[in-house]
T-cell receptor, first 115, second 110 residues
Framework: DAGVIQSPRHEVTEMGQEVTLRCKPISGHNSLFWYRQTMMRGLELLIYFNNNVPIDDSGMPEDRFSAKMPNASFSTLKIQPSEPRDSAVYFC?????????????FGPGTRLTVL | LAKTTQPISMDSYEGQEVNITCSHNNIATNDYITWYQQFPSQGPRFIIQGYKTKVTNEVASLFIPADRKSSTLSLPRVSLSDTAVYYCLVEDSGTYKYIFGTGTRLKVLA
């Protein structure tokens, strides 16, 4: 298995632009999680899905952030419009268990820089 | 909100046992305590999880006291390849949000 796949690995954009991050979970996993990691705030859970349904989006920082999971093998995290403070590494993780408390498999992350 | 605090950094020599403690004062009563390892430019990787007392797998042990307000990850006989950042993950009892610890940067010296 290729593991969790994220694209792009690096993204540099200008303030105000729309950014879309993509994730393909491990086949057969029915939970998907989006995290953000910064030096100041550490690892934060933004949102997670179970069977393609958003379960908890309380970690999404603002309305500028949105996430979708149209099918079991694909999810997107969109930021529109982007701001410099959104610069971070965004991780996607998947799991065969229903919640964040069980073993999660993380992707390599997308490093986002907003100028 | 659960405050999950860990020592910022630790140094150790190869072959030694390393113990990293995470303090979590408002942990939920009914979920696991989980530990992850993260190497530079990679996503976190699951190490071990437990609910109470002691859990051991092929790479680590996890000690959890009865009140569950802390947990200690024990790495036996560390090697240079164990140099990484280690995080605990717990569920907050008030908000039911999952909170990662502040992370402990372990450096293993030859």
């Amino acid at each position: 298995d290729a593991g969790v796949i994220q694209s792009p690995r690096h993204e540099v954009t200008e303030m105000g632009q729309e950014v879309t991050l993509r994730c393909k979970p491990i086949s057969g996993h029915n939970s998907l999680f989006w995290y953000r990691q910064t030096m100041m705030r550490g690892l934060e859970l933004l949102i997670y899905f179970n069977n393609n349904v958003p379960i908890d989006d309380s970690g999404m920082p603002e309305d500028r952030f949105s996430a979708k999971m149209p099918n079991a093998s694909f999810s997107t995290l969109k930021i529109q419009p982007s701001e410099p403070r959104d610069s971070a590494v965004y991780f996607c993780a998947s799991s065969s268990a229903p919640g964040p408390g069980d073993e999660q498999f993380f992707g390599p992350g997308t490093r986002l820089t907003v100028l | 909100l659960a405050k999950t605090t860990q020592p910022i950094s630790m140094d150790s020599y190869e072959g030694q046992e390393v113990n990293i403690t995470c303090s979590h004062n408002n942990i939920a009563t009914n979920d696991y305590i989980t530990w992850y390892q993260q190497f530079p430019s990679q996503g976190p990787r699951f190490i071990i999880q437990g609910y109470k007392t002691k859990v051991t797998n092929e790479v680590a042990s996890l000690f959890i006291p009865a009140d569950r307000k802390s947990s200690t990850l024990s790495l036996p006989r560390v090697s240079l390849s164990d140099t990484a950042v280690y995080y605990c993950l717990v569920e907050d009892s008030g908000t039911y949000k999952y909170i990662f610890g502040t992370g402990t940067r372990l450096k293993v010296l030859a």
